[in-house]
């Protein structure tokens, strides 16, 4: 390459670099707003699980508070009766034992009298024996008899009835009901005090509560800001890339499969030929497949050194012919090459491997006759592209294969979660982590996310008529402009979730599948048990009444160094149907 293609060059290398590293910084900020926020909604979570248990709490007291109240009210006026009835007690047992000493003198005097009758009895029986006077006497002292007897039965009973009367304690009876009265007005003076310390636990608890919404909704805002930065900044990569790198681009289709395309604009001279068309001035496009670490290393010496390499050099590079049959077809401008993963080699002569990171380099060849006429006999050779890898994707159940089955009559767990998932050939046991989500039925309680906010953008780039970064030159885009998302967007019924988050979920807060193993490419069946320990993906433990949402995560146990090779999946949980824990 001449003096000043080589400093061309190397100026697009450095702003592109520049670029990257700009672009990675970004990402990491991104992923740790993402996780920032997820933790936040966590928390908010918690809190309004806090708010509703302690409403709830105040409630139940009010009622208990109520019902002391009524028993307060009964205590007090037993205790009223307990003192009336011990006075009334008190004072019968005076009249009674006043009675019974009544009853004895009256029953004195009857034996005496009946003793007297006896004595004239006796006198007139003696002295006028049959007469009229002697049977009328007979017949007093025979009345009188029962009499006395009948009075020294009364006298009897009642000096029992005082005794009976003197038993009567009715202190112990006041001394109870006077005990249970304190007490009743000691737990409502608890009551009272509880109340008043719930009522400055509601407080506290909504106050967190507000706290924790505005904290999400400006950890939001930030998200936001970092995803339009994110966004806006590989909008400028873009255009400095298709402007000083030829556009080039690899697409992956989601970094699975065994194909891949590589991408990039089609070079067109500014030379004429007598036909008055662009003359064809390349001959080849060689593209060259290079370890991320080793692409600063890499040159135009190196790339012409393996092109003209024999052997096994010839391998380390692929053509793609402008002047043979197999000419690829420019549509837009643009040339694509579909490559199969494991058909080419890097510039070290290795088989690809999938899970590193590889760049490519495009290098342009330009026809003999070209060359003469611009009098420059060098060829061109791009800034790296993108970093790029492929894996193997485990497969992740499908939605409506999850299913959950809540406690049965006898069972001794609250519920099992069941799903069908067909797993692909390892060289590792995968392993399936079960996450719940809270599920907000309720639109007040619903939360942010990433599709949210793409969809924001697109609907932004569709009005403005402009890529993002343009907008942002021009608008300035500010949090206010970016908070206007709540009211325009439908937001989530579950937190902000993805693989990345789903990874840095502590080992806590999932729960992980029981299943046996198949042979590959057949479908199994896992298990989840679902117990009083089980928590949700925050670490809270499943609340009856709250509704959650099942997410698995299909990744490598971490036992196998070929894991990196196979891209972890994660159900699709807008597919999937949401449970009430009872």
Same mark, same amino acid.
């Given at each position: ?7 061309? =060059?190397?100026?697009? /290398?450095?702003?592109? *670099?520049? &670029?990257?590293?700009? #672009? %990675? ?6 992923? @740790? ?108 002292? =025979?009345?009188?008899? /029962?009499?006395?007897? *009948?009075? &020294?039965?009364?006298? #009897? %009973? ?6 009976? @009367? ?417």
């Amino acid at each position: 390459m001449g003096k000043f293609n080589n400093s061309l =060059s190397d100026a697009a /290398k450095s702003l592109l *670099n520049e &670029q990257v590293l700009e #672009q %990675r910084k970004l990402n990491v900020q991104l992923e @740790a707003s993402v996780l920032s926020l997820f933790y936040m909604q966590g928390a908010r979570v918690n809190d309004c699980n806090k708010v509703t248990e302690s409403e709830k709490a105040d409630e139940l007291l009010m009622k208990l508070k109520s019902q002391l109240t009524d028993t307060n009210e009964i205590t007090k006026q037993l205790t009223e009766s307990a003192n009336e009835i011990q006075t009334s007690v008190e004072a019968s047992v005076n009249c009674v034992a006043i009675m019974a000493s009544n009853i004895q003198r009256a029953a004195n005097a009857i034996l005496k009298l009946a003793a007297d009758v006896g004595s004239i009895y006796n006198i007139v029986n003696a002295s006028d024996s049959g007469s009229d006077i002697l049977n009328q006497i007979d017949t007093i002292n =025979s009345l009188i008899k /029962k009499t006395a007897f *009948n009075a &020294q039965i009364s006298s #009897q %009973r009642s000096m029992e009835t005082s005794v009976l @009367a003197a038993q009567m304690v009715p202190e112990v009876v006041v001394t109870h009901v006077e005990k249970i009265h304190l007490e009743a007005v000691k737990m409502l003076g608890d009551a009272n005090k509880n109340e008043s310390l719930l009522s400055e636990k509601v407080a506290n608890n909504k106050s967190n509560l507000l706290k924790a919404l505005s904290e999400e909704k400006t950890l939001g805002g930030r998200l936001q800001h970092t995803f339009v930065n994110c966004k806006g900044h590989l909008n400028t990569y873009d255009n400095i890339n298709k402007t000083v790198n030829f556009g080039l681009n690899v697409i992956t289709e989601g970094k699975s499969g065994n194909m891949f395309t590589i991408a990039f604009n089609n070079v067109e001279s500014f030379f004429y030929n007598t036909t008055k068309a662009p003359f064809n001035g390349v001959k080849d496009y060689v593209l060259f497949f290079v370890k991320d670490k080793d692409k600063s290393a890499f040159s135009i010496a190196k790339a012409q050194e393996l092109l003209h390499a024999t052997g096994e050099g010839k391998k380390r590079f692929t053509i793609i012919e402008m002047d043979g049959k197999n000419k690829p077809v420019s549509t837009d401008g643009k040339i694509k090459k579909v490559i199969e993963f494991d058909e080419v080699l890097d510039t070290d002569g290795e088989t690809l491997i999938r899970g590193n990171d590889y760049v490519v380099f495009l290098m342009i060849e330009f026809t003999d006759d070209y060359k003469k006429m611009r009098n420059d006999y060098s060829d061109v050779l791009s800034a790296p592209s993108l970093a790029f890898s492929m894996k193997y994707k485990l497969n992740s159940p499908e939605a409506r294969s999850i299913k959950v089955m809540l406690k049965q009559p006898g069972s001794t767990i609250d519920g099992v979660l069941t799903f069908e998932v067909n797993q692909i050939s390892t060289a590792f046991t995968p392993e399936y982590r079960c996450y719940f989500l809270p599920y907000a039925l309720d639109k007040q309680n619903r939360f942010l996310t990433e599709s949210e906010m793409a969809t924001f953008i697109h609907d932004l780039e569709e009005q403005n008529n402009k890529s993002i970064s343009e907008i942002k030159k021009e608008k300035a885009l500010s949090m206010s402009l970016l908070n206007g998302l709540d009211g325009l967007y439908e937001l989530s019924p579950i937190p902000i979730f993805n693989s990345v988050v789903a990874n840095k979920v502590p080992v806590s807060n999932y729960s992980v599948a029981q299943y046996k193993n198949a042979a590959p490419s057949t479908f199994i069946t896992a298990t989840v048990k679902i117990q009083a320990n089980t928590t949700d993906s925050f670490g809270h433990p499943l609340i009856k009444g709250q509704t959650y949402l099942p997410v698995i995560l299909t990744t490598s146990d971490g036992t196998d160094k070929t894991a990196k090779q196979y891209a972890i999946s994660l159900s699709d949980p807008l597919q999937t149907k949401p449970f009430v824990i009872k």
